[in-house]
T-cell receptor, first 113, second 115 residues
Framework: GQNIDQPTEMTATEGAIVQINCTYQTSGFNGLFWYQQHAGEAPTFLSYNVLDGLEEKGRFSSFLSRSKGYSYLLLKELQMKDSASYLCAVRDEGAGGYQKVTFGTGTKLQVIP | GAGVSQSPSNKVTEKGKDVELRCDPISGHTALYWYRQSLGQGLEFLIYFQGNSAPDKSGLPSDRFSAERTGGSVSTLTIQRTQQEDSAVYLC?????????????FGPGTRLTVT
């Protein structure tokens, strides 16, 4: 099984930087995803990390430390449209040997002027 | 190109009735997932298909829930004798394969309300 923890809510100011943390416990880790979900909409893919280090994609970066079971999503130059829930999801080996993806409960980010 | 589609977008049903939810994945995507999301909650995994077979049904909440996939494409999730606690948004996602790095593409969801 898996345990995925993220803060429930965060608030940050437009133009600032925010870091959303995710910790996980799993036995057969094979990658970590971040998804963005606006209220009333489906999640959309942001990033994928499987090796330690930082992956940068424009204003968004994601970091992974496998030894610590830790990831963060960094959002720079925050915009009002970044107000959304951010879901951490971990892939590991599930029943039958296939790669199972489990989602955390998400961090609701509110960007304020 | 077309994304993942789901129907109906909204379904209101009476307690005890059966409902069928449909998912059309992206063409060529062999992996298909069903999740459930209650208001303000995270995604709860229900079932996963690789092709037409379901190697992991561990997330189905009870034997009232079943799912099938035909032709490696369309999938239906059936809930029998619905209960009020079944009310949620049911999300379907597909991915190119089960390999590492294949992100999931989500459909818009079906909002199910059991009265």
């Amino acid at each position: 099984g898996q345990n995925i923890d993220q803060p429930t809510e965060m608030t940050a100011t437009e133009g600032a930087i925010v870091q959303i943390n995710c910790t996980y416990q799993t036995s057969g880790f094979n990658g970590l995803f971040w998804y963005q979900q606006h209220a009333g909409e489906a999640p959309t893919f942001l990033s994928y990390n499987v090796l330690d280090g930082l992956e940068e994609k424009g204003r968004f970066s994601s970091f992974l430390s496998r030894s610590k079971g830790y990831s963060y999503l960094l959002l720079k130059e925050l915009q009002m449209k970044d107000s959304a829930s951010y879901l951490c999801a971990v892939r590991d080996e599930g029943a039958g040997g296939y790669q199972k993806v489990t989602f955390g409960t998400g961090t609701k980010l509110q960007v304020i002027p | 190109g077309a994304g993942v589609s789901q129907s109906p977008s909204n379904k209101v049903t009476e307690k005890g009735k059966d409902v069928e939810l449909r998912c059309d994945p992206i063409s060529g995507h062999t992996a298909l997932y069903w999740y459930r999301q209650s208001l303000g909650q995270g995604l709860e995994f229900l079932i996963y298909f690789q092709g037409n077979s379901a190697p992991d049904k561990s997330g189905l909440p009870s034997d009232r829930f079943s799912a099938e996939r035909t032709g490696g494409s369309v999938s239906t999730l059936t809930i029998q004798r619905t209960q009020q606690e079944d009310s949620a948004v049911y999300l379907c996602a597909s991915s190119l394969a089960q390999g590492a790095g294949y992100e999931q593409y989500f459909g818009p969801g079906t909002r199910l309300t059991v009265t």
